[in-house]
Every structure is written in C-alpha cells, then in structure tokens.
C-alpha cells in the first residue's frame, strides 16, 4: 500500500502533562501548554524544556498576538482521573473560580489577566483562540462541568488591550475555533 503525505515521526520530549495548543517559534522551539500542571513549556529541538510561565489553572489554547506576547487561554482547571491507561480531564477542579484569558510575556514570564467575564457573566473554560487580520482573537469557551450542573460558555471575541470582550455565540461545548 502507497501512502501520500505520510512522514516519519521522532519523539522531541516526554513526561509533560496534558499538552496542547502548540505554537512554532522562530527559533524552532515550539511553546506547548500543559494544562495538568498549569505551565506553558518551551520544547527546544534538542528536546529540552523550559518552563515559560506557570499561569496555575489549566492554561488550554494559546496564540502570539500582534505584540509578540502570547494570550492563553485558561479553562480553570481540572479534576483528573485515568481510563484504560490514558489521564482525562473531568469536572472542575476543587480550587476553580472561572475561566479566563491571560497575556503572558514570553521573555519574562509575567502572566496578565486580560479577561474573566462578559457582561457580568463569568467565562467558564476558554479553550481555543485564533487572532484576526484586525489585531482582535475570537476563542471558545468549552463550559465548564460541575457534579450537579454544568456552565455554558460560547464564542467570543475580544482586543488583546483588554478593553473589549462580546459574546458572539452562546452555547455548551464549543470546542475550536
């Protein structure tokens, strides 16, 4: 069997906790969250990490903004729990209070929070953010589950300066954007 497009793989690093949302770096690092631990980790190509920033929560997706900063995406945190072998997020964590959007300077590792509410209501789990040609980032907010409820998050979009955020969509599980 012929197979198109198909290219051979090599493991950079191991041991990180629930990574996500990688984003390339110029000098061929490649910044990941891990959402578990609540860091953002720099994976050099030699396969060494560095810890750029520890937000705490669940940091999720994140994107480098128009100012070079990178804004994260912070669903709060998670409870865990192991299903044949594999670690998965579950309900809120024991210590969550909402969900929120954070800048965090790359060189320095200074996290900012930008936003934790629209309109008086709470984000509950933004977990994807993409910007636009304007300097503005939509991004979903997944919800969030709790043992007898579950928050309904959306799709948003906001200014990195943190003086805009609207509610584009209302909704449960929304997830990528």
Request: hydrophobic share 35%; aromatic share 10%; net charge negative.
């Amino acid at each position: 069997m012929h197979m198109t497009g198909f290219y051979p793989h090599e493991i950079i690093a191991e041991g990180l906790g629930f990574p996500e949302g990688p984003v390339a770096m110029a000098d061929g690092s490649v910044l990941v969250v891990e959402i578990r631990p609540g860091r953002i980790t720099r994976i050099h190509p030699d396969g060494r990490k560095e810890t750029v920033a520890t937000p705490g929560g669940g940091p999720n997706g994140m994107a480098i903004g128009p100012d070079g900063a990178l804004y994260v995406c912070n669903n709060g945190g998670f409870e865990w729990y192991e299903q044949d072998g594999i670690l998965l997020p579950g309900n809120a964590a024991s210590d969550y209070t909402t969900g929120r959007i954070e800048r965090i300077d790359i060189a320095t590792g200074a996290v900012t929070r930008l936003y934790d509410s629209c309109d008086g209501h709470k984000l509950s789990g933004p977990n994807d953010i993409v910007f636009d040609a304007h300097g503005g980032f939509y991004f979903t907010d997944l919800g969030k589950h709790f043992d007898h409820s579950t928050d309904a998050g959306g799709l948003f979009y906001a200014l990195p300066d943190g003086s805009k955020i609207t509610r584009l969509i209302h909704g449960p599980d929304l997830n990528g954007v």
